[in-house]
């Protein structure tokens, strides 16, 4: 996560405020089953030694469907910083928000439902994409 901070504000605590973000993040979940009931929980974690646990918690229903045929999976899409918020912001001395890995972990809201998730990252100055899934 990479943001994009003000210049510097010596009347302010906060010297370096939050302009936006270098990249858009979206996670999309695909039902492998195709039922449309499936809900999993995403939570954010700052993958950093200072991280203590899960900062927010989101769940999301996988109800979306491009066409009513079997062939079209049910999935959902969900914009990671609309859904985490300022739990998306990992806050530093006198800056609103500095850069840190982040680890977003998805779980069934049922015990062994199948589901196919990954996240697409976009570079807002390149609009180049890059696709992140499962280890």
């Known amino acids: 996560m990479t943001p994009i901070l003000s210049d510097f504000d010596p009347n ?3 010297h370096y405020h939050l302009l936006g973000w270098r990249e858009r993040h979206t996670l999309r979940v695909y039902d492998w089953d195709s039922t449309g009931t499936l809900e999993v929980v995403v939570r954010l974690r700052w993958g950093s030694f200072l991280s203590q646990g899960v900062q927010v918690e989101v769940p999301l229903k996988v109800r979306a469907r ?7 999976p049910y999935y959902a899409e969900l914009d990671l910083v ?14 609103a928000c500095v850069a840190y890995p982040a680890i977003f972990e998805v779980e069934p809201t049922t015990s062994g439902a199948r589901y196919y998730a990954f996240i697409s990252t976009t570079d807002n100055a390149t609009n180049h994409v890059a696709i992140y899934t499962a280890r």
């Not at 491009?66 to 079209?72: A, K, P």
């Open 12 to 14: 302010s605590l906060e």
């Open 66 to 72: 491009d066409f009513n045929d079997f062939t079209y």
């Open 82 to 95: 609309q859904a985490f918020g300022n739990g998306y912001c990992f806050p530093g001395l006198h800056i």
